[in-house]
């Protein structure tokens, strides 16, 4: 076969082959020089950075600041064991001193002041304590711990030692808490300043003011007191100004306020002030009555078991003893309990004996909406119209009543609901048909020696109205202004009636601030004598 001239050959490949290959061993020589040049920076990197980190960490450090809480629970760091180390030296300083080694005792002392001056220096500077500045005082407290361990100071030594101490500080905390209860129900029931300087004015005006007088007995022969076709509300206290709000609410949010009445029984020391206050002040035309509750003569020991009761020496001393058992709460032995204002709503039917129907109001309400149409609700034969309390547990029966005494346990449900006092509609034609009073004189004669229940009116109401309690719509009445500081905003705007049981108190300093506008807004503060005790 002839071979083609040279011209007609095909390109000769090896010529290509050596430029790739040449290529290919430059990029070779690269990679192993760039290799070297890492492999020595990287070594340096080794040597050198751990200083170059180290000062960068401490000015990080200084700029993050070092959280010292975070520290102490770090089981790494010798702040933790210092702080161990030292709650295990108090303990043996303790021992010590029992055991008269006061050298001892005295050494450790000092070592434990050492060891808390570190940690506060520490937490000063925000840095961590470092190996040379707690190794010494590690090493020392060990030494004295071991020496106090060697003196027989031994763990069943040290455990039955710190339950005697713990015990004690239980105890001392348990005073403490009833002390401050007892200090925070002196709070409650003293009469602020400002409020004692308003009924000495209004008592000075009554006694010089002989119109006053005459005004008050024309007005207390007013047919529109004994009127069935007119709104009637009662409020038994000795509050000037609570009871003004619970009443200037009422008639503001009233639709017809001129077809209210007011029937208000307080004691004789107040019965001045408040006759002056109500007779000088206009309540948009509605009808108050203000009685004195040392003119109710039938209200005697021989007719009332409670009445004879606070009379009796084992109840003053109950309550005004400086020996005082101090297993019983302190909220019972609050004076007002001693007080027949307390127990007044147990002889409405009685104090308006031709009425048929009431709005019974505590002193420390405030109302919001119109009211009148309480006195149509249908209570389906019952007496007694109030809010049922029982969406927790503890508002049951079982919970105000000793259910381990066979005369509750075996005439009571003890999950029965509990209701409560501060707005009640009274039917009084089915009270006095279901004797309620009766019922009422029949448990406290029960409870003389105070095994039915401690004291207060709510436990006697529920035995006395069981079975006669028509709930109502829980909007009319909305609890716990004097106490609970989460109720919903909802809740207080839709409520008819707020209620400031509990402590305290709207006219206390110690009243919640986020509830205390709701009450301050029905305070006449425009009223001269106000406006010179409240703010003088």
């Known amino acids: 076969m002839r071979r083609r001239p040279a011209d007609y050959r095909r390109p000769v490949r090896r010529r290509y082959s050596c430029w790739i290959w040449s290529l290919l061993g430059l990029i070779s020589i690269a990679g192993f020089l760039l290799f070297v040049v890492h492999h020595n920076q990287t070594h340096e990197d080794r040597v050198e950075h751990p200083i170059l980190d180290k000062n ?5 450090v200084a700029h993050e600041r070092l959280n010292y809480t975070e520290e102490l629970l770090n089981v790494n ?3 933790r064991q210092l702080a161990e180390q030292m709650t295990l030296a108090k303990a043996y300083v303790i021992i010590a001193k029992e055991h008269n080694n006061l050298h001892l005792a005295w050494e450790l002392s000092s070592k434990i002041r050492s060891c808390q001056l570190l940690l506060s220096k520490a937490a000063m500077r925000e840095e961590p304590i470092t190996l040379d500045e707690a190794e010494p005082i590690i090493k020392g407290l ?4 071991f020496k106090a361990q060697e003196a027989h100071y031994d763990i069943a030594t040290t455990i039955i030692t710190m339950k005697s101490h713990i015990q004690a500080l239980e105890e001392r905390a348990s005073a403490a808490t009833v002390q401050s209860t007892v ?3 002196l709070a409650t029931e003293a009469l602020p300043k400002n409020l004692h300087c308003l009924h000495v004015k209004l008592t000075a005006d009554w006694i010089e003011n002989k119109s006053l007088k ?4 024309e007005k207390r022969n007013s047919p529109r007191l004994l009127d069935n076709n007119l709104y009637h509300f009662c409020v038994f206290s000795d509050n000037l100004v609570a009871v003004s709000v619970v009443i200037n609410s009422t008639v503001s949010n009233a639709d017809h306020p001129k077809q209210l009445v007011f029937h208000i029984v307080t004691n004789g020391v107040n019965y001045g002030a408040m006759q002056a206050w109500f007779l000088s002040n206009d309540f948009k035309g509605s009808t108050i009555e203000v009685q004195n509750i040392e003119d109710f003569t039938w209200l005697n020991a021989s007719y009332s078991p409670i009445a004879k009761q606070l009379l009796e020496k084992v109840s003053q001393a109950y309550y005004f003893e400086e020996s005082l058992d101090m297993k019983i709460e302190p909220k019972f032995r609050n004076p007002k309990h001693i007080s027949l204002l307390n127990h007044l709503r147990f002889y ?3 104090i308006y004996p031709q009425l048929e129907k009431v709005v019974f109001l505590d002193d420390d309400v405030v109302v919001q909406k119109e009211l009148t149409s309480l006195f149509s609700l249908d209570l389906h034969g019952n007496v007694n119209g109030a809010v049922e ?6 508002h049951r029966y079982y919970k105000y009543l000793n259910f381990s005494n066979p005369i509750i346990s075996s005439k009571f449900d003890p999950q029965a609901c509990g209701w409560a006092f501060g707005v009640n509609v009274f039917d009084l034609i089915a009270w006095r048909k279901a004797n309620v009073t009766d019922r009422y004189h029949y448990w406290q004669q029960q409870n003389v020696d105070r095994s039915l229940w401690k004291l207060g009116t709510l436990p006697p109401g529920l035995l006395a109205f069981y079975g006669l309690t028509e709930p109502l719509d829980r909007r009319w009445h909305v609890l716990g202004l004097g106490y609970d500081l989460s109720i919903d905003n909802r809740l207080i705007e839709t409520a008819a009636v707020i209620h400031f049981n509990g402590n305290m108190k709207p006219w206390l300093k110690l009243a919640i601030g986020r509830y205390k506008p709701l009450w301050k807004r029905y305070v006449n503060q425009s009223h001269p004598y106000l406006q ?3 703010t003088s």
Do not use: K, M
Not at 214 to 217: D, F, P, S, T
């Open 56 to 60: 960068e960490v401490n000015d990080r």
């Open 77 to 79: 760091s010798y702040a």
């Open 142 to 145: 060990s030494s004295l711990i």
């Open 183 to 185: 200090f925070g129900q």
């Open 214 to 217: 005459e005004l008050a007995n």
């Open 348 to 350: 409405i039917p009685e």
């Open 389 to 394: 309390t029982c969406l927790e547990a503890f």
């Open 532 to 534: 010179y005790c409240f």
